[in-house]
């Protein structure tokens, strides 16, 4: 769909696609810093039975750092250091994480693909945001590059992995179709 501008005589133009307003200031606030935190390149925060989580990835240290705000967002976050998780991430960027079938995911990207043993890393937390995850590589599914960042999306009882292929100047889909634990092939990914 292309966007028209319609007005006639207008004093200024803004587009804003935004459920906030941009117009007006924001008092800022500091939620604290993280200890060892370095090169971030990927946050998100989630909601889970009434309380707030964030989750942030450090790709100079290879960490991923959960951040439990308890009932708000705009609380002072219990900063837990979850290292490493099964030491698979490498130089990681980009984080999303879902709740699929009962079970919380998280997805990681990495930038190092040179070699067979690193990829995308599903980070599985079982029940609850509050458990140590494990780590499972689902591999660079044929891709030789970079995935800058991910999104986990959900279309019907779909569930798909959208990659920003870096170096490609590519989107990649990549389906798990009902469960985000079920096997790929090659059927199962769109460039």
Not at 4 to 17: G, K, L, P, T, V
Not at 106 to 128: A, C, E, H, K, Y
Request: aromatic share 14%; charged share 20%; with cysteine.
């Amino acid at each position: 769909m292309d966007i028209s501008n319609n007005s006639i005589n207008a004093d200024f133009y803004a587009w804003d696609f935004c459920s906030d307003d941009f117009l007006s200031y924001k008092e800022e606030s500091d939620l604290g810093s993280l200890l060892g935190f370095s090169g971030g390149f990927g946050y998100k925060v989630i909601e889970s039975n009434g309380n707030w989580f964030g989750f942030v990835i450090s790709r100079s240290n290879g960490k991923l750092y959960r951040l439990n705000y308890g009932d708000s967002p705009m609380n002072s976050p219990l900063v837990t250091d979850l290292g490493n998780p099964d030491g698979k991430l490498s130089s990681p960027e980009g984080i999303d994480i879902v709740k699929a079938n009962n079970k919380w995911y998280g997805f990681v990207g990495s930038l190092n693909f040179s070699t067979p043993t690193q990829g995308i890393i599903r980070l599985d937390f079982g029940s609850s945001l509050q458990n140590v995850p494990i780590a499972v590589n689902l591999g660079n599914f044929g891709f030789g590059t970079r995935f800058r960042d991910l999104k986990v999306i959900r279309q019907g009882i779909d569930f798909i992995l959208l990659l920003v292929n870096y170096n490609g100047n590519s989107l990649v889909s990549v389906n798990f179709r009902d469960d985000l634990e079920n096997p790929i092939d090659g059927s199962n990914i769109l460039n």
